[in-house]
């Protein structure tokens, strides 16, 4: 990997990160977009975007809701992905770098969000001050560009002056190691998808996640079919309860 | 636009300038998170222009109200905007209205946090992300362009949408509205609609892509036996429903995710090795 390379690589990672804060929580981070990224860097866009698929499927579930401690997902699919890329491996290596990497880079962003307390008491004394408005604003500027610049140098370094000691590491890993990986590769997206019906799945909804699985496990249909279906019924469940609120309540007509 | 207005009707317009300001700020709102205040500072950044204007006559109320809204404050962000929208009603009605109880500003920022957030979190960390990476993934997995682009287009167009009208209906009918829809059940019946498609949602994706099998195989009287193969015929993708299953049990029963993980990894691992999952 040329410095280069690792350099873009590490905007990627920083850019996933700040997508949070600076770009609206637009899923910059959701390793299909890094992995296409990550791809387009290193010239394997195809194997980047499976990559990103099957990393995703491990994610999908992991939401950082409110200040309690996700998973770096971001940081993680951006470094799982180059790694597995530029030493020529799949989704085991993948998971074996990225999901460590998610890890740890949370633990730093635990860090950074403490640190970040501090500028709030110089916000505090520059109102007093009046007139210090642009300074206010640097302040919520100056966050950003900090947290960018974290992101995107530990990256740089992890992967152009670890990649020698990658390489080894990678290269070595003896076929029992590679099987355990790969099943927990397998594993790893029931757990997403446990934690999906955790936040979604209530008792009358169970139906629906039987048709789901129905018509995919026995009729092969595909996700944008099943899209389709849900979409129907819910607008026919819609459609049926609307009117009964409306039979219940006739004077509260209100536009959605 | 030539008709002379008075001060009073001057300060209760949001323009499309300062309107499309809050907008973008809104974007954010996380930006400078930290455990003291966490959005506090974003939430000031995107109030900014408007307090400017609202308070430009009184350097005194400025100053308080720069303070009101560092305070800490902290929601899903996707629905921040229509929070924004009331404060700045709110402050319109501050500064024209000497016994307006300015307490009562953050009073109602902190009293939409829990409700919106739970709106939120169902709708943009349950619902549209599932159903954006899942359709991301279908298109990624077989190599596809469209995966990334499919993704961030079903995402963000209901999440500037949202962002949009939040700020919009805010504004202009903020507190009136929410009352409106939780009395009406409307709310809670669109809510509980989405359900239905981001739960159908997550039964394709176990079948579809988990893919959990058994390898072991052995022969019996010189007849080989396939264990997948039974259980396909008792069901399609058995092992990835019940691992799924097995695991949001163990989620209700309120294991700490980090540890859930860790025997997960073990179990599974293990597992692997010794050929009886792959």
């Known amino acids: 990997m040329s410095a280069l390379q690792a350099a873009l690589i590490g905007v990627v990672a920083a850019l996933s990160v700040l997508e949070g804060g600076w770009l609206g929580e637009c899923k910059l981070r959701e390793p299909v977009v890094t992995g296409f990224l990550v791809g387009l860097i290193l010239g394997n866009v195809k194997e980047g975007l499976i990559i990103g698929a099957q990393l995703e499927l491990i994610w999908m579930g992991t939401a950082s809701i409110g200040p309690t401690a996700g998973l770096s997902i971001g940081t993680g699919g951006t470094i799982g992905t180059a790694i597995a890329l530029s030493t020529g491996s799949g989704i085991e290596v993948a998971m074996a770098f990225g999901v460590p990497v998610s890890i740890l880079m949370q633990f730093l962003q635990t860090l950074v969000d403490t640190a970040y307390s501090g500028p709030m008491h110089t916000v505090d004394k520059l109102i007093d001050e009046g007139g210090k408005d642009k300074q206010i604003i640097w ?31 990678v290269n070595n890993l003896p076929a029992w190691m590679t099987n355990g990986l790969n099943a927990v590769a397998k594993v790893l997206p029931a757990l997403g998808f446990a934690l999906l019906m955790n936040l979604l799945l209530e008792q009358d909804l169970v139906p629906y996640l039987i048709i789901g699985f129905a018509l995919t496990a026995w009729l092969g249909m595909s996700m944008i079919g099943v899209a389709a279906v849900s979409v129907a019924l819910a607008w026919i469940i819609y459609l049926l309860k609307r009117d009964q609120l409306n039979t219940a309540k006739p004077s509260e007509e209100e536009e959605l | 636009m030539s008709m002379p207005i008075t001060t009073q009707e001057n300060a209760r317009k949001l323009s499309k300038k300062e309107f499309n300001q809050i907008y973008w700020r809104s974007f954010t709102l996380l930006g400078s998170f930290n455990y003291e205040r966490m959005e506090g500072l974003g939430f000031l950044y995107a109030m900014m222009p408007s307090l400017r204007r609202i308070w430009k006559d009184d350097p005194e109320g400025y100053k308080a109200a720069l303070h009101r809204h560092i305070a800490a404050f902290n929601m899903t962000v996707a629905p921040s905007p229509f929070v924004m929208g009331i404060a700045v009603a709110m402050e319109e009605l501050a500064h024209d209205d000497e016994n307006f109880d300015v307490e009562s500003i953050n009073a109602v920022k902190v009293s939409l946090m829990g409700p919106l957030s739970g709106i939120g979190d169902t709708f ?118 019940g691992a799924t299953l097995l695991i949001y049990r163990l989620l209700k029963k309120k294991i700490s995710i980090m540890k859930l993980i860790l025997i997960i990894v073990a179990v599974s691992f293990v597992c692997g090795v010794f050929g009886i999952l792959a």
């Open chain 2, 124 to 241: 943009f960390w349950g619902i549209f992300k599932v159903i954006a990476c899942s359709l991301g993934v279908s298109f990624a997995s077989q190599g596809s362009v469209l995966g990334p682009i499919v993704l961030l287009l079903a995402f963000n167009i209901p999440n500037f949408l949202t962002r949009y009208y939040c700020l919009k209906i805010g504004y202009n009918n903020g507190s009136k509205l929410l009352e409106n829809l939780q009395q009406s059940g409307k709310m809670q019946l669109f809510t509980y609609c989405a359900g239905i498609v981001g739960v159908a949602a997550i039964g394709c994706m176990i079948a579809a892509w988990i893919g959990l099998e058994c390898p072991i195989a052995f022969s019996i009287a010189g007849s080989e036996v396939v264990v997948q193969q039974y259980l396909d015929e008792i069901c399609p993708q058995l092992l990835s429903l």
């Open chain 1, 139 to 169: 302040i919520h500027w100056l966050c950003g560009i900090l947290t960018f610049l974290i992101y995107l140098s530990l990256t740089f370094v992890a992967l152009y002056f670890g990649n020698e000691a990658i390489n080894v590491i």
